[in-house]
């Protein structure tokens, strides 16, 4: 397994595979990105395409190659990454010699998924109790091949029989219920947890069925209209989004997605060539829904229900999409509550809708008009009141300015008036929660960066054996903060003696004690050779030496029953004086 993992590492340029999802920069040896797992202005995420793995340097401090890569993108396991990079690469994966427990869960819950939607499909097309659903999914002019598109099925209604055919095809009872097929009463005896609905079966990115959403078919008040899958290994409701894996393309090639709020307002469109549609599953966007869309486009159109509910939402989802810097616009759904009946009333009219869709802040502003008129001091008080808190949310400082001055010719006051309201707004709010991994650690502290700057420029530069030579006359291993750092520097004095004509970090870091590896390749990575970060080799060696000398001579201060204390501080004091006057010198 080892040696096909490696084969397809050898065939995947990691710079090109990571390129292909964000944009990359070259900066000396290595190239720099906004770290796409957590929200930043300036880059910290670094590749090395010597050593084939990046590594961020922010707040989520975390690193790998391409197979990490993937699975942390994708919130995928080790093995579904290495499947497909092994397409990728044209490498045929061969029986694996490990055990991915986590993918083998998910993969018992796909397969029942796949079944049980199998399995609505055909009672939705091959028996009398889907005959009622078909006319109804008819009805709603969804044309066959979209019903077949979206596999939309029937539970019919009964108690256990999904469970019983499940159980045919020798599934537990436990793995039903785990994929969210069954609900379980006070005994432990478990049911059909979908019964009298129609089927919509929910995926992922990559096409996996993860879930269920079913459609109560008859009116009934004492029933929800909806029901879903519950969180589940492989289906979790903030992050889903409904015809992702269909509008995924469209969303790239038209650097835009449309946001709806139902099923049915997804596949309508999409039936009538609106190829970069897709639900919220909720009703409201979630942080981690836009997450999954950043990486396709950073442009939402949100064309959600016509009604109170529906604005709430845009209002809910703009302060998610503005911390995550989207572009947001707002279409106004016509000729109907919601994009669903508009489409089906007039869908050229709908798609036309597309095409006038206006800013976020805009459509704000209108609806504040809307609801307070602006004649009175008092109503435009009112559209101050609602409108200011977000615009003192928005990021770029250029459309922040805009919507101010917009603001204030709209109530007649001044600029400064609108500017005084948004910083009051600002300070009365919460600190917005930063989009970050929970591994964000704290900053190291300046010796430890001094130290980590040296060493990554020993490595990346044209000669490293020079370098730490020339570092080396000014430092010893005692002078190091971080132990490794030493043992790394001490490691390539040693691999000198072996291979002295030519230094190569490929050949170095496998020859390194293995909790080593992983030192040397993030902190090979920490200046990247960049030009604007090189440091002054000598300058750097000195302030290392300095503050050691400090240190040491503060820790013999500290102590009371030291040997030849004054003669160590006094020794101490005077190396501190000359490595002072050498470094006034550089």
Known sequence: ????????????????????????????????????????????????PERQIWHCFGACHDGGDAIKFLMKWENITFYEALKELAVKAGVKLESVGFEDKEWKTKEVLMRIN??????????????????????YLEGRALHPKMIKTFKLGY???????????????????????????LSQSGSAHYYDRFRGRIMFPIKDIRGNIIGFSGRLLSSDPGAAKYVNTPETTIYHKRESLFGIHLAKDGIKKQDNVLLVEGEFDMILPYQHGVE??????????????????????????????????????????????????????????????????????????????????????????????????????????????????????????????????????LLDVSDESVERLTRNSNRQKKPARPFVSAQASTPPDRRIMMERFLV?????????????????????????????????????????????????????????????????????????NDPDQQPNLTRVANEIKKTSLKKRISDLLEQSDEPDKEKQIASLSEMLREVEKRASSV
């Open 1 to 48: 397994m080892e040696n096909q993992t490696e084969l397809i590492k050898s065939k995947i340029d990691i710079v090109e595979f990571i390129g292909s999802y964000i944009p990359v920069k070259k900066a000396g040896r290595s190239y720099k990105a906004n770290c796409p797992f957590h929200n930043e202005k300036s880059p910290s995420f670094v590749i090395s």
């Open 276 to 409: 970069n549609v897709v639900a919220i599953k909720g009703s409201a966007v979630t942080k981690e829904q836009l997450g999954v869309l950043k990486r396709l486009t950073k442009k939402v159109t949100l064309a959600l229900d016509a009604d109170a509910a529906g604005e709430d939402a845009v209002k809910r989802g703009i302060r998610e999409a503005e911390e995550l810097e989207f572009d947001i616009s707002v279409v106004t759904v016509e000729n109907g509550k919601d994009p669903d009946e508009a489409v089906r009333n007039d869908h050229v009219a709908f798609k036309k809708s597309l095409q006038h869709a206006v800013p976020i802040y805009d459509f704000l502003i209108t609806l504040a008009i809307k609801t307070h008129g602006d004649s009175s001091p008092y109503a435009k008080k009112q559209i101050g009141d609602d409108i200011v808190p977000y615009i003192g949310r928005i990021h770029n400082p250029i459309v922040q300015s805009y919507y101010i001055k917009k603001i204030a010719a």
């Open 114 to 135: 796949v079944l049980a939607a199998d399995y609505f499909e055909y009672i939705l097309h091959s028996t009398p109790y889907g005959k009622e659903a078909l006319t």
């Open 456 to 528: 990554s420029y020993i490595l990346q530069s044209d000669n490293p054996y020079t370098v730490v030579d020339q570092a080396f006359e000014i430092l010893s291993y005692e002078d190091f903060t971080v132990p490794a750092l030493a043992k790394i520097c001490a490691a390539l004095i040693e691999y000198k003696k072996s291979h002295p004509q030519r230094f190569d970090i490929k050949e170095f870091v496998p020859t390194l004690a293995a909790e080593l590896q992983p030192v040397c390749d993030e902190v090979y990575m920490y200046t990247g």
């Open 155 to 181: 539970a019919p209604q009964s108690w256990d029989s999904l469970l019983r055919f499940l159980k045919k095809k020798n599934y537990k009872e436990e793995d039903i219920y785990n994929a969210g097929l």
